[in-house]
DNA sequence: TTGCTCCTCACGTCACGTGAGGTGGC
DNA sequence: TTGCTCCTCACGTCACGTGAGGTGGC
């Protein structure tokens, strides 16, 4: 008969013993012969083919219901060329993945060695639901004057809103319009959250102050900042910086830097005070996964 | 109180609610208040900052038993700079093995595009062992000869092992001692596999025969054949080719390629035959991880 | 009799997702 | 009273690895 024990065969094919047991399980290999009293499971040498067609197609990434069909059935060429295709995409996904992990890694590890006070940003990437919201928008001067006219551009909102009666618990946020990081004139809008979208609405009365729908985004880097007021423009300087070491790129639209009060009660833009604060930075999501990644491949460190 | 309900925290963090439930059990992020009678989760907004670092850190590609003490030992620099790099190794690694399955898939699709009749080679890596031989070589001159002349050699050493009275029934291989693939002069060796290795032995009697330990072997492409013999080359080239396919490099050593016969009680080299083989081609096993994976990445096709 | 090889459950893995079945607050 | 949100188990996932406890053959 000249069939061999598990172990045996085991050894022949580098495979584990409980692998084999786990395939005849399966009914991905069945034992040629099992003695009925003992339940010796005993193999013929000719089933290192099958078994070596099952760790081919597994080491292709195919799970082993996939694996299953393939060996039995004779599945046709061009099903098999779709499965390839699927497995090939799906493989290059991942690896993109990975390589964006394996930045997003690397950039960690630099800051913490660069830096004599390291900084540990906490970035994660979300998406953006659409808003609607009630802003007010103007151009100041300088830093030391966003507290003074941020607070009375939220004034003018609240009472136009308390005035029609109209719900103004929504979120405080802050938009900054700019395209740079830039220290003066700053384009910057001080916005309400409605909590639903208006069915009528009363005109607004002036200049500054419109009412819209800001866009969903795709995908946006995303921080939580707590603390004084007056520093958060430094976690939004990293943030950017964190965006741009992580080889992702900003759009060319909708791409204003956003503030979100996340205190409650919280009346915002004292700089002195405490605050909790989410800062969104809209992004890119990459339809242009492959080149950017042979992009960050080429300019790895060595 | 200002305190969520899980749901719009959830919504808020977007993340889902089952992962904030899986959170709190596993103390990694606690609601700030439980209603003792409903079990209602509750939780401030500033948990979002905790959470996000969760988050982040599980991005990375750390396990969540390891984010445990990175968020609440307040693990030392240094030792966050090791498990970063660690992180980095793995990712490396990772890549680089996804970016060989995925060479191996577009092998096995151009494979099935390319050829009329697609032709299925089940390769399988493996390592080899250590192997106690005695082997008989010589040089053939053509494709023709080989038949009679193995089986003369392989006579020769069955006769000295049965006149000193020595196993003989360890496997029967070849190995075909070529830098290339020729056509001509084949440099061949037949040899008995011992089945232990050897304490004492008599001298071997003349020139071509000798009693030696075959190297174990880091890595081997092997693939099993089944048919007749006299198409065993063609299975060996296809094996050469997909080696080079797939980016693996020969060894410039000990590059032998080898058949083991594992039909037992059967005549090796009767080229009319059927039979059953494994082709086994030493291949380097990569220390030149990274390069190799650049140079993959490079030549792919756009 | 002692090793050795083999057997069959049963459980663990990792980070949740998915019901089933039920309750509290507007 | 009806939805809605929330709750707690319990089970599934994927391809095995790892015991525990036991048996057959030399």
Same mark, same amino acid.
């Given at each position: ?55 081919? #197609?597994?080491?292709? +990434?195919?799970? $082993?219901?996939?694996?299953?069909? *393939? ?5 046709? &060429? ?125 005109? #607004?009365?002036?200049? +500054?102050?419109? $009412?819209?729908?800001?866009?969903? *985004? ?5 921080? &939580? ?78």
């Amino acid at each position: 008969m000249d069939l061999l024990q598990i172990g045996t065969f085991s050894k022949l094919a580098q495979v584990s013993v409980s692998t084999l047991r786990f395939y005849d399980a399966q009914g991905l290999l069945k034992p040629e012969y099992i003695d009925p009293m003992t339940g010796y499971r005993y193999y013929r040498i000719n089933q290192l083919a099958r078994l070596n067609r099952i760790l081919a #197609l597994k080491d292709l +990434g195919f799970a $082993l219901d996939r694996v299953q069909p *393939l060996i039995d059935d004779e599945i046709g &060429v061009d099903q098999l060329a779709e499965m390839l295709t699927a497995q090939e995409q799906d493989l290059e996904k991942q690896i993109f993945a990975d390589q964006q992990r394996l930045d997003r890694v690397r950039s960690r590890l630099h800051q913490l060695q660069s830096q004599s006070q390291p900084t540990f940003l906490d970035v994660v990437l979300k998406q953006g639901a659409e808003l609607w919201i009630v802003g007010n928008r103007m151009i100041v001067p300088t830093a030391h004057d966003i507290d003074f006219f941020s607070r009375h551009m939220f004034g003018e909102i609240e009472q136009w809103l308390y005035k029609h009666k109209l719900d103004a618990s929504g979120a405080r946020m802050t938009l900054y319009h700019t395209d740079d990081y830039i220290e003066r004139d700053y384009d910057m809008e001080v916005a309400i959250v409605l909590p639903y979208p208006p069915a009528v609405m009363p005109p #607004l009365p002036h200049g +500054g102050m419109r $009412l819209e729908a800001l866009p969903a *985004l795709p995908l946006m880097a995303t921080t &939580v900042y707590e603390g004084v007021l007056r520093d958060v423009n430094k976690v939004a300087y990293d943030l950017l910086q964190w965006v741009v070491h992580n080889g992702y790129t900003l759009p060319q639209k909708n791409m204003a830097l956003r503030e979100i009060f996340l205190n409650d009660r919280y009346t915002p833009h004292r700089m002195d005070a405490l605050g909790l604060v989410e800062l969104q930075l809209p992004i890119n999501s990459n339809a242009h996964s492959l080149v950017s990644h042979f992009e960050s491949v080429d300019s790895l460190p060595t």
